[in-house]
Structures are given as C-alpha cells and as structure tokens.
C-alpha cells in the first residue's frame, strides 16, 4: 500500500508540475515589464508621418472672393469652401483643379498644406487651405483582432492601436510582433519587436503610423496554454482521472 501511494503522489507531482506549466503568467504576457532579460530599445525623437506615394488628401479652400467661391464650392457659402480627396501619384505629385501638378510626397501634412497655400494664393490672394490625410488608417492582422482602423490623433501609441483592435490576445506571440511600414515606392520596412519591454516607450516601434500593418503571430507554445482557472482545474481533474484509470489496469501495481 505504501509502494501505491508513494507512485502515485508522484505522479500526481508530475502532472501539477505541467499543468502549472500549461498556465499563462505575467512574465509572458504581461506589459510593460522591467527586466534584465528583455530587449533594451533605446529612445528616439518622434517624426512626423511624411505624405507618400497613394496616399490621399483632402483639403478646403476658404476666401472671400464671391466669384471665385461660386467656382469652388459644391455649397454656395458665403466662405467658399471647397473639399475633396486626391490622391498621390508615384511621381509624388497631386492633380487639383486650377493648379498645376504640385509635389507632396515626402511633406509632413503641415508642409503639404503651406505648400497648397501658397500655389493656391498665386489665383486666390486671400486663400487659406486646410488639409488633411483621408486614408490616415492602420490594419492588424493575427491573435489581435483582425481590421482595419482608424487614427484618430497625432503620435498613436502601439498600445492605443492595439487597444482599438481589442488588445492582444493571450495566444499572441508578444516577443515578435511586426510592424510593417510601407515607404512610398521603395521596399517596405519590417519592423520586430518584443512588446513587454517598458523601453518600448519612444523607441522606434512606439509610435503607429498611417498604413502600417501590425502582424502578431501565434506563439506555437499556446496549445498546451491554458487561458483561465476553470480550465486550469479542468486539467488537472481530468489528468487525475485519466492517471487512476490506467493505473488501475497496470498488473501489479496496485
């Protein structure tokens, strides 16, 4: 009888040994962690997303001129106010009514605006021109919640993307999220980084920008993961159970 118990209390050992294994722990999913053993980034200077090629614009003419606001505006406002979305052609430029083809590839918004300011006031003295991104969106892809989205404010953080998304799932591969960012006509840029590092903050994979692609994998070691208690306990019960019915067909051992 003794011989039983020992066997079996170490058997049952065992299973506990893997099935605390088999649970999911803040080591592994957990954000924002300060360790040692984690990627280190470094910190860099936030830049401003820079107009590329296919992207699309949208901007406002405002003036005062009657003549000229009858000609521009789909609404005939005492302001003049004229919208509509173009898009970047690969040779960087943008076809707008009354203008000739003007580069905006590579300008921040801001710049792309001063410069459709400034082309604009050479017809229209009093101009003023808003302009905007219209496709300012990001798309994730894997254990994340699948969609695209939209950027709702300037310098979007991975984790507010993420949040949009419905953050990441426990089978998510955090040690190896992608991020991959097109640029314009050139070779797009693949991006890998472990996301539960804090030095992740202001490093270079810190801020989302408009079409990026945020890919997490499945981390293979997620079958044998268990995601609450009750399947937890609903491990080990059955692991038990299956343990005392071999045994009891092992001759001898008992």
């Keep these: 009888m003794a011989m ?22 803040y080591r592994q999913v957990g954000l924002l962690q300060e360790r040692e053993d984690l990627p280190q980034y470094d910190s860099i200077a936030y830049e401003p997303y820079r107009l590329q090629v296919n992207d699309e614009i949208v901007y406002r003419v405002i003036t005062m001129d009657q003549t000229i606001a009858k000609t521009l505006s789909t609404n005939n406002t005492s302001t003049g106010q004229y919208a509509n979305s173009y898009r970047i052609y690969s040779d960087g430029t ?18 792309a605006r001063d410069t459709l300011r400034a082309a604009m006031r050479e017809i229209i003295p009093d101009a003023d021109v808003k ?6 969106r990001f798309t994730v892809l894997g254990d994340a919640n699948s969609g695209t989205y939209y950027i709702y ?52 994979y810190y801020y989302v920008y408009p079409n990026d692609l945020i890919y997490v994998s ?10 609450s208690y009750s399947g937890f306990l609903a491990l080990i019960t059955s692991s038990v159970s299956l343990l005392i019915t071999v045994l009891n067909y092992i001759p001898g051992l008992w």
């Design 153 to 204: 404010k300037e310098r979007m953080t991975i984790f507010q993307a993420l949040a949009l998304s419905g953050d990441l799932r426990n089978a998510g591969d955090r040690r190896h999220v992608r991020i991959i960012r097109p640029h314009g006509n050139e070779e797009p840029e693949v991006l890998e980084f472990d996301i539960r590092t804090n030095t992740i903050i202001d490093s270079k």
């Design 4 to 25: 039983r118990i020992k066997y079996f209390h170490i058997i049952v050992f065992a299973l506990l040994l893997v099935a605390l294994n088999s649970c999911y722990s």
């Design 94 to 111: 943008v076809d707008l009514p009354f203008l000739p083809p003007i580069k905006l590839a590579g300008l921040t918004e801001l710049e």
């Design 131 to 136: 302009l905007s991104m219209s496709n300012k």
């Design 218 to 227: 499945r981390d293979p070691a997620s079958f044998y993961k268990q995601t």
